[in-house]
């Protein structure tokens, strides 16, 4: 057996913060949905069965929740901060997905939520 390709994923893990440029944003803040997703080679938990040979999921949460206590104006800064707080303190990333929602944004009208989506490429790894 030959492992192609693998990930770690964190999905929909949910936050209140204080994000957005409309000032109420900054001082009731909002509810904001968070996933991730890795690019990281497995092969050698999959053998080992221990926790030292792959990524620890309560780290990249802690890097995630003490970037969504950083306020931002965009959902673009903080995602590329969560992004970049990630690869630096995880550099066997070889790639990362990551996607910041903004549920009940200010819109003046009824959404579910608006989005950034990111596709990182760890120049690190290559």
Same mark, same amino acid.
Not at 60 to 87: F, H, V
């Given at each position: ?42 092969? /050698?938990? =999959? ?11 309560? *780290? &990249?949460?802690?890097? +995630?929740? /003490?970037? =969504? ?11 590329? *901060? &969560?992004?970049?707080? +990630? ?40």
């Amino acid at each position: 057996m030959r492992l192609s390709s693998s990930y770690i994923s964190l999905d929909r893990i949910r936050f209140h913060g204080y994000h957005g440029v409309d000032p109420q944003e900054r001082v009731v803040g909002g509810e904001y949905v968070v996933s991730i997703r890795a690019k990281y080679d497995v092969s /050698k938990a =999959m053998e080992s069965d221990d926790v030292a040979d792959t990524i620890n999921y309560a *780290r &990249i949460y802690e890097i +995630i929740d /003490k970037k =969504m206590q950083e306020p931002s104006c965009l959902l673009e800064n903080l995602a590329g *901060r &969560i992004g970049k707080g +990630i690869l630096a303190e995880l550099p066997k990333i070889e790639e990362l997905e990551v996607r910041v929602e903004k549920k009940n944004p200010p819109l003046g009208g009824e959404a579910h939520g608006s989005a950034v989506d990111l596709h990182l490429i760890n120049d690190k790894t290559f």
